[in-house]
């Protein structure tokens, strides 16, 4: 990931690596990396060492952009595990000065299959991933930076479509991912599906049309259940929500549009 983000045709101003309690010498690498790039500086961030999609991720994030200033056009989040087309940042920046309501935009994720890359079919290619996201400032602002919960990766384009912002994916610059998603989650998060449509406000409905594709395109019925089952953990135990009333509300609209369109309707 360092190598890929240093052999950018356009590089970054500023870059932090997250040293999230590694096992794996990732600050010795990071640092080693750092005293060549003046660009390039290493944290240290101690969590768990259990592997639960949301809150870690984000705190971990947080800790880095603690570190910068806030004089920056663009804000990236990227993942340890992956490796980003040469022409990656100065494709974003392009993408982004191409239409001033852009808010969020990425590439498209690619894992090794058989000896080849292959997409990897995890959510529509209009989707920005979790894993290469990038933000105008005042997109990012408006959203009120990312959530530090399951489903933050939904939320944040959900939201800025709320405030009028566009997501754009660029379906050239293939991004490898080296990690496909899911490998490492635990036993516990089987049920964080469900739970971050509950707390995106989807309603039950919603969520049934949403865990059916997914558990289909999975192939899985346990995943169908346990989503279900997730949601209602969360409903049950009325934890706190990631959108205030009026966005779930907008959040409904855009789902439902999005299901009849699906359908033909």
């Known amino acids: 990931m360092i190598e890929s983000l ?6 970054p101003t500023k870059a932090v690596i997250v040293d999230d309690n590694s096992t794996d010498k990732t600050f010795d690498i990071a640092e080693k990396h750092a005293q060549g790039h003046e660009w390039l500086s290493v944290v240290r961030h101690d969590s768990s060492n259990e592997h639960i999609p949301g809150s870690k991720v984000i705190n971990a994030f947080n800790q880095g952009k603690e570190s910068l200033d806030a004089d920056y056009d663009i804000i990236c989040k990227f993942d340890a595990d992956i490796i980003l087309p040469k022409n ?3 494709e974003l920046i392009a993408l982004f000065e191409s ?10 994720m690619y894992i090794e299959k058989n000896n080849a890359w292959v997409y990897e079919p995890i959510a529509s290619k209009e989707h920005v991933r979790g894993p290469i996201k990038a933000y105008r400032k005042q997109c990012f602002k408006e959203i009120g930076g ?3 919960s399951i489903g933050w990766d939904t939320a944040d384009v959900l939201l800025a479509q709320f405030h009028g912002w566009k997501v754009r994916t660029d379906k050239n610059l293939h991004v490898k991912h080296l990690k496909p998603t899911g490998k490492t989650y635990t036993i516990k998060s089987k049920y964080l599906q469900g739970e971050a449509l509950y707390k995106l406000r989807y309603g039950f409905t919603l969520t049934l049309l949403t865990a059916l594709k997914s558990a289909f395109n999975k192939k899985s019925l346990s995943y169908f259940f346990n989503t279900i089952s997730g949601y209602n953990k969360a409903r049950n135990s009325k934890i706190a929500q990631l959108v205030n009333l009026e966005e779930g509300k907008f959040i409904r609209h855009l789902r439902w549009k999005g299901v009849k369109k699906s359908l033909g309707l």
Not at 6 to 11: D, E, K, R
Not at 100 to 108: N, P, R, T, V, Y
Request: proline share 0%; hydrophobic share 40%; glycine share 14%.
């Open 88 to 90: 990656y940042l100065e």
């Open 6 to 11: 240093a052999s950018q045709t356009v590089l």
């Open 99 to 108: 239409d001033s309501h852009i808010g969020i935009a990425g590439g498209l």
């Open 146 to 148: 990312l959530k530090s």
